[in-house]
């Protein structure tokens, strides 16, 4: 969906390096997410945002951190890549005055760490 | 707790038959449920969504799904398979109650590839 961005699309990385990974949208959403997809596990949830000033931990959060810079950009940072966070990651969307939290997704970074 | 079960992790069909793509989920409150494709390479794109309206959900492309409360299934159709369908599919369950909203619990997917 060319309404949410990420940069970069793909990064590969060393161990022990400081990676962020940046996320737009335009779509006027006040919620913002982070996700990582691993084979056969799904998307799990890192990161949430419900709006500027709030900033929640989701089912995966240790080693990562996040900035929501404005209701439009939503970051994830690892502060000391390591292997087992090669993966799969998906910024996502949502509008709380919409139905069902309607989440829309980005077109993922893949991001491999040596 | 809630929960969401893709009871297949492959699912193999020919091109012009039904698909049927199954999910269970476990929810204490009334949720809302959604299945998801992500072709090869690309982000997740919404096929459909169930909101407690019409217990059976048409999407895009074809597919429809069917919200069965007695069983707890939220299982994903489509009458006859184009090629195009080959993908990964997810079914999503949102609780919808309090601090959960917005909180997406992704089912492991299952891929369907499509014969010729």
């Known amino acids: 969906d060319a309404d949410v961005t990420q940069t970069p699309r793909n990064r590969i990385t060393k161990t022990g390096k400081r990676i962020m990974l940046e996320c737009s949208q335009t779509?006027?959403?006040?919620?913002m997410y982070w996700y990582r997809q691993d084979p056969g596990l799904g998307l799990r949830l890192i990161y949430y945002?419900?709006?500027?000033?709030?900033?929640n931990k989701g089912e995966i959060s240790d080693g990562y951190s996040v900035s929501r810079q404005a209701q439009a950009k939503f970051s994830l940072s690892l502060e000391s890549a390591i292997p087992n966070q090669t993966a799969l990651y998906f910024c996502?969307?949502?509008?709380?005055?919409?139905?069902?939290?309607?989440?829309?997704f980005g077109p993922g970074t893949r991001l491999t760490v040596l | 707790a809630q929960s969401v079960t893709q009871l297949d992790s492959h699912v193999s069909v020919s091109e012009g038959t039904p698909v049927l793509l199954r999910c269970n989920y476990s929810?204490?409150?009334?949720?809302?449920l959604f299945w998801y494709v992500q072709h090869p390479n690309k982000g997740l794109q919404l096929l459909l969504k169930y909101t407690s309206a019409a217990t059976l959900v048409k999407g895009i492309n074809g597919f429809e799904a069917e919200f069965k409360k007695s069983e707890t299934s939220f299982h994903l159709t489509k009458p006859s398979a184009h090629m195009s369908d080959a993908a990964e599919y997810f079914c999503?369950?949102?609780?919808?109650?309090?601090?959960?909203?917005?909180?997406?619990?992704f089912g492991k997917g299952t891929k369907l590839s499509v014969k010729p």
């Open positions: 996502a969307t949502s509008d709380s005055r919409g139905v069902a939290d309607t989440q829309y």
């Open positions: 945002s419900f709006d500027v000033k709030d900033i």
């Open positions: 779509k006027g959403h006040d919620r």
């Open positions: 929810s204490s409150y009334s949720p809302s």
């Open positions: 999503v369950v949102s609780p919808n109650y309090g601090g959960s909203q917005g909180n997406l619990i």
